[in-house]
């Protein structure tokens, strides 16, 4: 069991927009605006997508974005893509002082 | 462009130590935190612990009576050691830079590759 809650799948058509959920408390996800989301591909070293909530890091495309309410954050993918097909993670800053991540996602392309 | 590469054993027996580097290479060690995660088969990620470049170091509650992370700057490198190891440590062990954000610490920009640790005797 992962510290925050993510669904285990979502899928979306090539084009359209899905949104992954990541749930946690007000220790973490709810009592800071430092979380984050992470793409991972078979095989691969994750890749960080979004930071401080809302934030890309240069290069990585505006189709994605992430929001946050309470003690949820999300990441929408709009204009689906093939490449979009990988595991999502979320992550969060805690009051320990550490950082903690949600069991993944699992993106599919139909 | 930064880049990482993790080195070890890919097999320790149970009990043992687990040692494992990181080279950096492609930029300097300095200014940047670095820190260790890991990735069970199938699960999620969990960090495990980072230095400072000056050598300040946190580990996740956790692991942290068994954990030690130390680096060589001289070398662009920093290590892992994990002792009294379990089936439970099995994982790939990634290495990464930690993004310089001006806020919050704990987001990974950089990535080693990962490598494939496997505790049994």
């Known amino acids: 069991q992962s510290d925050l809650t993510q669904p285990a799948s979502v899928s979306g058509s090539p084009g359209q927009s899905i949104t992954i959920s990541c749930t946690g408390t007000?220790?973490?996800?709810?009592?800071?605006?430092?979380v984050s989301w992470y793409q991972q591909h078979p095989g691969k070293a994750p890749k960080l997508m979004i930071y401080?909530?809302?934030n890309r890091p240069s290069g990585v495309s505006n189709r994605f974005s992430g929001s946050k309410s309470g003690n949820t954050a999300s990441l929408t993918i709009s204009g689906l893509q093939a490449d979009d097909e990988a595991d999502y993670y979320c992550?969060?800053?805690?009051?320990?002082?550490?950082?903690?991540f949600g069991g993944g996602t699992k993106v599919t392309v139909l | 462009q930064v880049q990482l590469q993790e080195s070890g054993p890919g097999l320790v027996k149970p009990s043992e130590t687990l040692f494992l580097t990181c080279t950096v290479s492609?930029?300097?060690?300095?200014?940047?935190?670095w820190s260790w995660l890991r990735q069970p088969p199938g699960k999620g990620l969990e960090w495990i612990g980072f230095?400072?470049?000056?050598?300040?170091?946190h580990y996740v509650p956790s692991l942290k009576s068994r954990v030690s992370i130390s680096h060589d700057t001289s070398n662009n490198q920093f290590s892992l050691k994990l002792s009294s190891v379990s089936a439970a440590d099995t994982a790939i062990y990634f290495c990464?830079?930690?993004?310089?954000?001006?806020?919050?610490?704990?987001?990974?920009?950089?990535w080693g590759q990962g490598t494939a640790v496997t505790v049994s005797s």
């Open positions: 990464a830079r930690h993004l310089d954000s001006g806020g919050n610490l704990y987001y990974f920009d950089f």
């Open positions: 492609g930029g300097s060690m300095s200014s940047f935190y």
């Open positions: 230095i400072s470049y000056s050598g300040y170091t």
């Open positions: 007000s220790s973490d996800i709810g009592g800071y605006d430092y």
């Open positions: 401080d909530v809302t």
């Open positions: 992550s969060s800053y805690t009051s320990s002082v550490t950082v903690i």
